[in-house]
């Protein structure tokens, strides 16, 4: 009964490579966000989807792109992989008013040797 | 530009004691400040919310505080253990309008309780 689930949890590829993260919510939440925590364990978000449209995007390569096929589920998508985009990314969902704390998913640790 | 600072990188405390993180922010006017704790190899988990309205809040042994005029947020853990041990996040909403912007971070405070 995992509340937000991101698959996989370990991704280690090859610079160029094209790779996908998944995340599903069960919460019925109406918004979803990408976070990126970085080797200095800083925090910060990538994207945030209310309702399955793209709500922020912040400055990010257009190589990674978000997709939201319905209101449960954000994958990300990462094209052409460069040794900086080793991090951890976190999923995220919400209720949809700002009274309520955020849900995160156990995180996706991508390595690119 | 917006920034949220924590008191320190680290902070180590003896078990039974209380615990004080700091959360400062500068270029904010938040309606809400939240709190997290995080584990190694895990996400956030949230702990509180306190609204610009309230001076405080409790739950269980966590209380925190809020001073909108001083731009601070006190974290206060009573009667620390050491499974209390983790990295402690301070949070604000970003932008104002519905909380779709998402939050924006402080580097977090690693709190390690000694025995």
């Known amino acids: 009964d995992t509340a937000v689930s991101q698959t996989p949890k370990y991704l280690v590829t090859q610079m160029g490579n094209d790779k996908s993260i998944k995340c599903e919510q069960n919460?019925?939440?109406?918004?979803m966000y990408w976070y990126k925590q970085d080797s200095k364990k800083f925090l910060k978000i990538m994207f945030s989807?209310?309702?399955?449209?793209?709500?922020i995007n912040e400055t990010v390569p257009n190589r990674f792109s978000p997709k939201s096929p319905d209101k449960a589920h954000l994958n990300l998508h990462i094209n052409s992989l460069e040794l900086g985009d080793s991090a951890v990314y976190f999923c995220?969902?919400?209720?949809?008013?700002?009274?309520?704390?955020?849900?995160f998913g156990s995180g996706t640790r991508l390595t690119v040797v | 530009s917006q920034k949220i600072e924590q008191n320190s990188e680290a902070l180590n405390i003896q078990e039974g004691k209380t615990a004080t993180l700091t959360c400062n922010y500068t270029?904010?006017?938040?309606?809400?400040l939240q709190w997290y704790r995080q584990d190694p190899g895990r996400g956030p988990v949230f702990l509180l919310l306190?609204?610009?309205?309230?001076k405080e809040k409790r739950k269980e042994r966590l209380k925190v505080t809020f001073d909108t005029t001083l731009k601070q947020s006190l974290f206060h853990i009573t009667a620390s253990q050491p499974a209390d041990s983790a990295t402690y996040l301070c949070?604000?909403?970003?932008?104002?309008?519905?909380?779709?912007?998402?939050?924006?971070f402080g580097k977090g405070t690693h709190l390690i309780i000694q025995p």
């Open positions: 306190i609204r610009e309205n309230e």
């Open positions: 270029n904010y006017s938040p309606a809400y």
């Open positions: 995220a969902s919400r209720a949809g008013t700002m009274s309520y704390g955020y849900t």
């Open positions: 949070a604000l909403e970003r932008g104002s309008g519905g909380g779709a912007d998402g939050l924006t």
């Open positions: 989807y209310n309702n399955k449209e793209l709500i």
């Open positions: 919460l019925g939440h109406d918004t």
